[in-house]
Each structure stands twice: as C-alpha cells, then as structure tokens.
C-alpha cells in the first residue's frame, strides 16, 4: 500500500560562517528520524527529502520546500507532512513595522549560510513570520495534517563566554545580519499577510500545522554526542507507548530530557488533540487477525485456506496497527482446523497473560521442508575462518523463524531456493522446479537490515503458500482460470484463452494489459481471493479481494468473474504465478502479501477482515494454479 507521509528533514552541524559555533548531533538526529520513518512507519526513501548540512542553505531549504511538499503531485489532502530541524536559532531585533504586535525580537532558524553574504544581501536565517506564511501555503494546498518539529532554541544564550558549554546549544547570536536582511529574505509570500510576531514560532492558535519545540520560550535546546535531548526522547516514546493512540499535547507531557538545563519541551496550535500525524501511518497490519474467546481457548479467524495446521502458534496482541508498540500478550497453540478458522488453547497453563484481540503467528508448522543452498562466497568463507560459532537459528548470519521447517542442503540441485551473502548485499535465487530455467536474482542491499533479515522468511513462507493445496480438492475440475489480452480501444477481451492446461506462453508487448475471467462450474457460490506470485520466490501481491462488505459471494455458482488487470507494472521477470484460492465463507486473505511495492496497491479496507461472525454449516476452499512464461519485445516493456 502506497505510504501517505512525507518529510523535509534538515539536520546543520557545521556551519559556514566562522562566527557561528559548530553543532555535533543534529544531521545524526535527522538521520534517525528519517530511519524511524522508514523502518517503523514504513515510508519510502523517495516521501523523504534530506538536507545536512551545506546542502541545507536558505535557498536550498525554500526551494525543496516548494517542491518536495507544496507542488509535489504525489500528496493528496490530508497526508501526513513532516517538517523536522535541527540545528541553531537564533533572535534578531526586529524591525519597525515588522508585522502586528510590534515584538521587539523575530526568531528565526539558521540554515548552513546563515549570517553570511548572499546573491541578496546577507542572509538573516529563515524567520517565525516567513515559515508561516510557507505551512499557511502548503496547508491551503495539501490540508492541515503538518507537523513541525523544531530541535533548537531561540534565546541568546547565557553560557556564550563558555565555549566548552555553548557548544550544546542549539542557539546562536546573530552579530553581521541587520534588520533590513530580514525584509530582505522574506518569504514572498508573507508580503500582505498577518502575523502576530509577539510569540514567534510559539504561535498557539494556528491552523496550519501543529507545533512539537524542544523547549519553552527563554529555555535552551540541548544536545550531546549521541543526539538532541528532545529528539532522543521524541524517538524513545515508540519503545513506550503505542504512538496510534497518543495525541500531541500528551506526547509533549510524556517528554522530558534529562540534563542540568531546563528544558521542557512544547505542544500547540489549533490541532494539537489530534493523534499524531492524525493517524495516517498507524494502518492496519494485514499479518494481525482477529480472535475471540475467553484467557485459556481461542477462536482464530485463520484456517487451512491461509495454511493452519494443527501445532500452528501464535501471539495476541492489542491491536493491529502498523509502526505501533504492540508487545505479545499471550502465546497460544491451534489444536482444531477448520477452512477459515481454527481452535486454539494457551500453550503455557501455569504463565499467564493478557488479554488480546488481534493474532500474529509465529510458527506455521510447516510439514514440508524448504530446502535452502547456501553459495559459498568470500563473505561466508570469511565468517567460517574468523568466527568461531555460528547460532542455531541463522544460515551464514540470516535468521531463521522457527516453524516453517527451514532447512540447509548442500547441493544446489536438491534446493528450492540458493543465497549468496556478500559483503554488501544478499542475493537469492529460486531453484522452483514450475519455474523456466532462466530464474531471476532478487538482490537486497545488506544496508536495508529489516529486508535481509526477513529473507528466508518470506521465502519460506512464499514456497508454503506455492506449493499448499486442500488434499480432499472439493472442487476438483470445477474452477477454470482463462487469460486473455485487452483490446486498447474497446477495452474488451481479444483472442484466445491465453491458458492451456494451467500454462500461458505469452508474447508480451510493450503497453499491453489483460483480463483474467474466474469460471465456478460447481452448484455453490463461491469468495476468490487471486494472488500473483513473481517468480524472484518472495513477492506475492493480492490481484483481487472481494471486500468485507460485499453482500454475497462474488463468483456465483455456474457463473464467471472477469478481473481487468490492467496498468499494473510488473518487475523484469520472465514467469510468474496466478494462484487462486477459494472458500465458500468469506475470510480475509490479506495475509498472503509479500511486498513493500504491490503491483496494484490495494486501499486498506478490502485486506482487514470483517467484524467477527459465527460461521454455520459445513465450509469447503480450495486452490488452483496458473503457470505464466512471458518473452518480452524489449528489455524495459515489462507490463501486465
């Protein structure tokens, strides 16, 4: 699912000018929120935009304001924006008929050329009454869901004789810049508009953003080696609280940075009662599903159609939210199977837990082994010379999860699957028997540390779900699965079936799309659930998914469905996987996704399951599988 947060982040330590004390912390501090993003709330690197540094003048930090937030199409109304510094501020005399209120004073951040000479005259940083007029701009385009965080201060400081103390302090004294730069450097914008200059970047009824400070007004903003005192405990709360269900004015009472100066840090404007980032990120987690029952037996709402088995486990939890403190309860085991749920009793009668609503399985009890051959490369050759021990639970340093039955081989033609750790990335290639010779090389980039360390896993859990099928096979010559090209002008069907005996040989041209037609020739109305499986041996991405409010089945008994597959991009691979499963009860197969970058991004609510319902009569699933060659024209037309 397509992330709906973006982030300008700025981190300045050195500074150009030689008047100006340099920081330690503050490009760090931004780094680590842009990793808190990525890792926990799972945006992109491509939402972020990261200024360190001399990369962050006042003309740079303008110019990707405009364009990475205000005219980037990519934000909608209502995604959540980021606008996080660290580094100096500072306060200037302010001007006669600088704005209402008459202050004596004009905050303003300092960026890396602050207080030097510029094509313009000499820069007088980025001041309290420019950047509100930038976030009234970008809220009139984009909405009010801004955040902006400010890990500086803005008093002079009181420790400038002391150069071993100031050097803590995110605030500066402004000595070459006068009050006619500040005009000067004004945010075209800001011209003709109202600003109550009296409070600063302090403003408590504003509209456009809400506001977290490293400290009040008069305090100092203070760091040490290992980061921002109000950024380290901004970033520790995810360890604390679970940040779904935590407002801003209650985060900023929850912080308090430890250190001999006082700082306490602040919450305001109009909106500061909202969650944070008013929720957007904190979305469902399709691998959470929901349970009923009382502390010793459970009912879960995952069966054999999404492969339980009896000695299946799981953890419950709180809730199901995504980038959310969520630890497990409980441990449970399933001892009952049925087709879209199951039975299960705590595994520890004398331990006992909390309460929880939402499971999350942690051993699959895979009865079929997955092969795994792992290339000698120099990195693994190093690690068998030079460290002495190797854990139980890892292949050359890549984890196992324990109950998807993981094992090594030491031939390359007995695998399913072949690693190759190298010194900077990890390479994996299926050795799937349905697949064509020519196999891909999915390669992760050893830096993306959750991606590598997942691996096996979702390689294990992809051959799983491949290879399952029901033994009893209900619907056994029932279900027919047909492909077919789209006319690009009639956006009808065209030719032939394209599937043969579960096969497509398919000619694939540039542009090309394709509609998939469902077939039910049995006497009961049926849930399809359709996956693409690529075959890199991880990704698999859910093509259709009846919703949770559909009032009947979607593929009627002696009926069809047609899916329109059409502008979905797939990745430079020669064969892939239609797999559909079935069920004559509707359950969520959300689960099955595997991929940071779906072909055919999914809105949210079709993957959560439906409130829990008791489930009466006999139910029945099933699976059938398609097998898909392409030959492309070119390398790059790679479209379904």
């Known amino acids: 699912m397509a992330s709906r947060v973006f982030a300008l982040l700025i981190g300045i330590d050195d500074y150009k000018s030689g008047r100006i004390w340099n920081l330690e912390a503050c490009a760090d501090d931004a780094r680590r929120m842009k990793q808190w993003l990525m890792q926990d709330l799972h945006v992109p690197s491509s939402n972020i935009a990261l200024l360190l540094n001399r990369q962050a003048t006042k003309r740079r930090i303008e110019d990707t304001f405009m364009s990475h937030l205000v005219n980037n199409p990519a934000i909608s109304q209502g995604d959540a924006l980021l606008l996080y510094f660290a580094g100096h501020g500072s306060s200037m005399s302010a001007p006669r008929d600088w704005c209402e209120g008459k202050p004596r004073h004009v905050q303003v951040l300092c960026p890396y050329d602050h207080d030097t000479k510029g094509p313009e005259g000499r820069v007088a940083g980025i001041s309290d009454r420019s950047l509100y007029a930038m976030l009234g701009e970008l809220s009139a385009v984009k909405g009010d869901n801004i955040t902006l965080i400010l890990d500086c201060s803005f008093s002079s400081p009181q420790l400038a004789g002391n150069a071993h103390d100031r050097r803590g302090v995110r605030c500066t004294l402004t000595e070459k810049a006068r009050k006619e730069d500040l005009f000067t450097g004004l945010w075209r914008g800001a011209i003709g508009k109202k600003f109550n200059g009296g409070h600063g ?67 305001l404007g109009h909106h500061k009662d909202r969650v944070i980032f008013n929720g957007i990120p904190f979305v469902p987690d399709t691998n959470f599903v929901p349970v009923e029952g009382d502390k010793d037996g459970l009912r879960l709402h995952m069966g054999a159609i999404h492969g339980v088995v009896e000695g299946t486990e799981f953890n419950v939890h709180s809730h199901n939210r995504h980038g959310s403190l969520n630890p497990s309860l409980d441990s449970f085991r399933v001892y009952e199977v049925h087709p879209t749920w199951s039975l299960a009793r705590r595994k520890s009668i004398n331990k006992r837990g909390g309460r929880g609503s939402w499971a999350r399985i942690t051993r699959w009890n895979a009865r079929t082994p997955f092969r795994v051959y792992m290339k000698k490369t120099c990195s693994s050759l190093f690690r068998q010379l030079f460290c002495r021990l190797t854990p139980a639970d890892e292949l050359d340093g890549i984890p196992i999860k324990e109950g998807l039955n993981i094992v090594e081989v030491e031939n390359s033609m007995m695998a399913d699957i072949s690693v190759g750790v190298h010194s900077r990335d990890v390479r994996v290639q299926t050795r799937n028997q349905l697949a064509p010779p020519r196999r891909p090389v999915l390669t992760i980039e050893k830096k993306d540390r959750d991606r590598s360390a997942l691996i096996l896993d979702e390689a294990a859990r992809y051959h799983m779900h491949l290879h399952r099928t029901n033994p009893e096979n209900p619907f056994r010559d029932q279900l027919q699965m047909e492909l077919y090209l789209v006319d690009p002008q009639t956006q009808s069907r065209a030719g032939h079936n394209l599937l043969l005996n579960g096969k497509a040989e398919i000619a694939h041209k540039r542009g090309a799309s394709y509609a998939v037609v469902l077939r039910n020739h049995s006497d009961t109305d049926l849930w399809p659930y359709l996956a693409y499986m690529d075959s890199n041996g991880v990704d698999i991405h859910l093509l259709y998914h009846p919703g949770p409010c559909s009032p009947a089945p979607t593929l009627s008994k002696n009926g069809y469905l047609e899916i329109a597959l059409r502008s979905l991009s797939l990745p430079q691979l020669d064969s892939g996987f239609l797999k559909l499963f079935v069920s004559t009860s509707y359950t969520s197969l959300g689960i099955l996704e595997q991929s940071s970058t779906p072909i055919q991004p999914a809105p949210s609510d079709i993957l959560v399951p439906r409130p829990l319902q008791l489930v009466h009569g006999a139910q029945e699933w099933d699976t059938t599988l398609a097998i898909l060659n392409f030959s492309h024209e070119t390398l790059s037309a790679k479209r379904l």
Do not use: I, N
């Open 201 to 267: 970047f302090y403003q408590d009824d504003t509209q456009s953003h809400t506001l977290l400070a490293a400290c009040k007004p008069g305090e100092m903003a203070t760091e040490w080696k290992e980061g921002g005192r109000f950024t380290q405990e901004f970033l520790a709360m995810k360890k604390l609280v679970p940040l779904h269900q935590l407002r801003y004015f209650e985060l900023s009472e929850r912080l308090s940075p430890a250190g001999h100066v006082p700082q306490h840090p602040v919450c």
